[in-house]
C-alpha cells in the first residue's frame, strides 16, 4: 500500500489557480469556526487539505471529466467543499452536515454555486442509489463511534460504479507522526497515551479503537489500523493510501467501486 506525504500539497501548484475564488466568499463568523481557529486558518488549511485531496484523488486515477455529483459527508460551515466551487459548473457539488447552524450558514452564503443539506445522526442520506462520482469526507470516520461501519456502507450505497470515496482517519501512520511531532499534536497523544489500548496503540497493533463509549457515536476520537480499513472497506478496492494528508498527521485513503 502505498504512502505518500501530500500534506502542503504535492502537485498543488496544478490547483492553485483553480482554487484560488474560495477565498473570495464569506468566511464564516467565529461562534461558527472549528476550534476557534482565525478566519486566515479557516482558509489556509480548508484550502491544504483540498490541494491534498485533489492531488491523492488525481495519483489514484480520479479525473474531473468523469465526474458530474460530488458529496462532501460532514462538511460543517464548508471550510473544504468551498474550495471546489470552481468546478461546479455542469455539476452538483453537495455538503451534508448534522451541525444544523453551521450548514445554515453554508447555504446562506455559498450556495450556489454550492448545494447543501442538513442530516441527522441516522446511517441514512437522502440521496438516490449509485449517484455520486466522488464522495469525500476530512476528519469525519475519525469521530465516528460505534456507528462507523454503517455509514460507510452508507457511502458506497450512494456511490457510483468507477466512482471514488476518499476519508481521512487516524491509522498506526497517524500515531506515529503525532508522536513524533508532540508540540503539535499534544491533545491526540494525550488521548492515545490515556487510552486502555495504549499500548497497542504505540506498537500499531490494533484494530478499532474509540476513546468514547459507546452511545456517544459521534464524539468519539476513533483510530483504525490499515488492515481494518482494508477489511471494512469491502466491496470498495483500496486505491491508495496518502500519510498526513489532513491535518499534517491523518493518513487519506482513496477507495474506489469497481466499474460494472
Known amino acids: 500500500m502505498r504512502e505518500q506525504a ?3 500539497g504535492v502537485r498543488a501548484a496544478e490547483y492553485a489557480v483553480g482554487l484560488a475564488s474560495g477565498a473570495d466568499e464569506p468566511v464564516p463568523p467565529l461562534e461558527l469556526m472549528e476550534y476557534g481557529e482565525s478566519p486566515a486558518d479557516h482558509l489556509a488549511t480548508g484550502r491544504r487539505n483540498v490541494e491534498s485531496m485533489l492531488a491523492a484523488l488525481q495519483e489514484s486515477g480520479f479525473a474531473w471529466d468523469d465526474c458530474r455529483k460530488v458529496l462532501e459527508f460532514g462538511c460543517c460551515n464548508g471550510k473544504l467543499v468551498r474550495w471546489l ?3 461546479a459548473e455542469g455539476r452538483e457539488i453537495w455538503g451534508v ?3 444544523a447552524e453551521k450548514v ?3 447555504m446562506q452564503n455559498l450556495s450556489p ?3 447543501f443539506a442538513t442530516t441527522t445522526t441516522i446511517p441514512h442520506l437522502p440521496f438516490e442509489d449509485r449517484c455520486f462520482d466522488l464522495i469525500f469526507a476530512g476528519s469525519v470516520f475519525t469521530h465516528l463511534g460505534e456507528l462507523h461501519v454503517a455509514w460507510l456502507a452508507e457511502l458506497t450505497r450512494l456511490l457510483a460504479p468507477g466512482g471514488f470515496l476518499y476519508v481521512t482517519l487516524h491509522d498506526e501512520t497517524s ?3 503525532a508522536a513524533e511531532h508532540p508540540e503539535r499534536h499534544a491533545r491526540f497523544n494525550r488521548l492515545v497515551a490515556d487510552s486502555a489500548f495504549a499500548g497497542a496503540l504505540a506498537s500499531g497493533d490494533f484494530g478499532f479503537v474509540s476513546t468514547a463509549p459507546y452511545g456517544s457515536a459521534m464524539l468519539s476520537q476513533v483510530m483504525m489500523s490499515s488492515a481494518y ?3 471494512i472497506a469491502q466491496p470498495l478496492v ?3 493510501s496518502f500519510a498526513r494528508a489532513y491535518a499534517d498527521f491523518q493518513t487519506g485513503y482513496v477507495l474506489r467501486r469497481p466499474a460494472e
Do not use: E, K, N, T
Open 6 to 8: 501530500l500534506y502542503v
Open 229 to 231: 480499513v482494508r477489511h
Open 104 to 106: 445554515a450558514w453554508a
Open 85 to 87: 466551487a470552481p468546478f
Open 238 to 240: 483500496l486505491a491508495g
Open 113 to 115: 454555486p454550492l448545494r
Open 97 to 99: 452536515d448534522v451541525q
Open 175 to 177: 500515531i506515529r507522526v
